[in-house]
Every structure is written in C-alpha cells, then in structure tokens.
C-alpha cells in the first residue's frame, strides 16, 4: 500500500513539481504580486549562501529590503553576498555566521540579534539538510532534527517578539512534498529506534515544520506563517544528498529562482498577506497539508504531545525560551 501511495505521489509531482509544473502553474500567477518595493523592510534568511536561499535573497535585495544571511561557512557565504551587492546593487545585505544545528548557539544568535536590531519583517527559515548516517550535535540531537526542526522551532521561537513589534510580520519556513507521505510521529524525534534512512527523517522533519507553522500561526494571529514546497530544484542539496534522483531527473528541475518565487512571493506580496496563516504552498497556491484520503493527519493529542516535548527541548537548551 505504502509502495502505491509513494508512486502516485512520484507521479503527481512529475506533473507539478518539474520545471514543466512550474510553468504551467505561472499561467496562473498574477505578474504584478511581485511589482512591490521592500525598501525598509528587513528579511532573514538561513541558508541564504546556495540555492533557493540565495536566489530569494538576490530576489529581495533586488527589491530594495535589508537582507539578513543566516549561513554557517563565511567564505561560501562572503562570496555570496559580494554576488547579491554586485548584482542588485544594494549594500543592505548583511552575514551571519551560525550553523542552525547547533541548537544552543541558534538561540545566542537569535538574543543577540534582537538586542542589536530594532525590527525584523520576515523570518525565511530555508536552511535544510539531508543527512543519511546517525550523527548526533554537541547537545546529542540527531543532526537532521537539529537542523530541519530545532533550529527552526529556537530560532522562530526566540524572534517572534521582535516580528511582533514589526510592521506586517511574516515567517516563511521551505518545508517540503516529501512531508505529504509521512505523519507525524511523536514517540521517536531522535531517530533512534528504527533502522535510521536520512530521507524518511528529512521527510519527518518536513512535515514536522508543516505542524509548527499551523501551531505557530494559532498561537501569534499577529504574525502572518505559512510553510512551502519549492519543487524538486536543481541545487546542491539534491546532487549530493539525492545523487540518483538528481541525475534521473536532469533537466526536469527547476531553476533556483523558479524554486524560489513561492518564498519571495509569500515573503513580499500583498497577495499572500491576504492568505490565511498557518497554510501550506506550492506554486502562489495554498495547496493541503495531506493527500486526499491521507492516513498523516494527526490527532489534536499527537500534536500537542509534539509541541510539549518541543518546548521541554527548547527549555533545556536555552533560558527562559518560553
Ligand atoms: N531542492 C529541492 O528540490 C528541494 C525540495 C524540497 C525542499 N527543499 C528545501 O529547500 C531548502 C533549501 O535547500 P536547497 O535545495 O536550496 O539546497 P542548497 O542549495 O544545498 O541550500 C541549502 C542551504 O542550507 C544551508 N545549511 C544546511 N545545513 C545548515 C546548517 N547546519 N547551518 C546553516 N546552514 C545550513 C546550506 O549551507 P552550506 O552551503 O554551507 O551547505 C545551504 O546554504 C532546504 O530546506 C530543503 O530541504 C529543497
């Protein structure tokens, strides 16, 4: 059954997620959403040094707003800016060094940047990873859940006070369709009792994301949250963590820009602003969270149980998070 589910997705996303989806779906992308100035407006966003990142971060500096490059390597991340300056020809483009599974220093980040800035308009949580054997951070989280879930949860956690006192507040996080076959699972957030595959721990991370973007959104109706699916897009990610794929699908990829226009869209429009928050998309579109007669949704209790141990995480590692 699992086998069947897993190829009907496949072959939906050979329909949508391909370069050929992205352009069948821009037929129906209002042109002027993307006619706006962000001129004062302050954008971060992790992982901003590669691929989708880089191209929302070269999209937003283009228009006018103050780019904040959450990256964890300062050369990669120096030489992107330099790229982002020189081709927008916006100097409000700043780095930061942090590496967004290390949980502890995520949150030292996130207090020193509240203490140093005054606002922040959107968050773009877009680091990710794909890490196929166990390993573990400093603080002995598995590292794709330290990346794809902590790092996220601390970092949106700790800067939501600084969104609220923000002009339109938006938190953007580059989630994935991957999530769309896996439920959430609340007795395992390390990894640790099963036989450990990368790609099914992304894909839990994923949809993972998915939850606290809904949670978030009901708990702060003052900040606008949605999560997104970029597509499958031809970046590093996928040629090192997706090899096969990557070289299976070839040409079908999308561009990083077309993997980005979700998330400049939804970070910068007036459109998406008018969306409802807490909402899933792919391509300018509010897509479900699951498939259609999906056995993922969750119950209120599993997500509850998820978003108290996520907390309990949180607290340990940080003061007074929450
Ligand atoms: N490409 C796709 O088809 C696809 C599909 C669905 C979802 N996504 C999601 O899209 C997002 C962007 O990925 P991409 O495809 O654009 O790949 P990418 O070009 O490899 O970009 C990933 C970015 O995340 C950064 N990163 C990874 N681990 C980090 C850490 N611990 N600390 C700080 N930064 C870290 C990478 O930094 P380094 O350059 O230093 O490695 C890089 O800047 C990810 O969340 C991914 O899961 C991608």
Known sequence: MSLYRN???????IHQYTRKGYESALRDFEPKDLDVSVVGRSFMITGANSGIGRAT?????????????V??????AEEARADIVSESGNTEVHVH??????TH?????AEAFKRQYPALNVLINNAGCMVHKREVNAEGLEKNFATNTMGVF?????LIPLLQKSRDPRVITVSSGGMLVHKLRVDDLQSE????????VYAQNKRQQVVLTQEWAQANPDIHFSAMHPGWVDTAAVSTSMPQFHQMMGKRLRSAEQGADTVVWLASSRAAARTRSGQFFQDRTPV???LPLAWTHSSAEDIQVFMTQMENLGRSFTENLM
């Open 97 to 102: 060094i942090v590496d967004m599974s290390e």
């Open 105 to 109: 220093k995520v949150w030292e980040f």
């Open 193 to 200: 009792k099963d036989y450990f595959d990368g790609v099914m």
């Open 7 to 13: 190829a009907v997705w496949f072959l939906n996303g």
């Open 71 to 76: 990256c964890r390597n300062k050369d990669k």
């Open 57 to 69: 971060a070269m999209a937003i500096a283009q228009k006018g707003g103050t780019v904040h490059m």
């Open 288 to 290: 479900p969270a699951h």
């Open 154 to 158: 601390i970092l949106t956690q700790t």
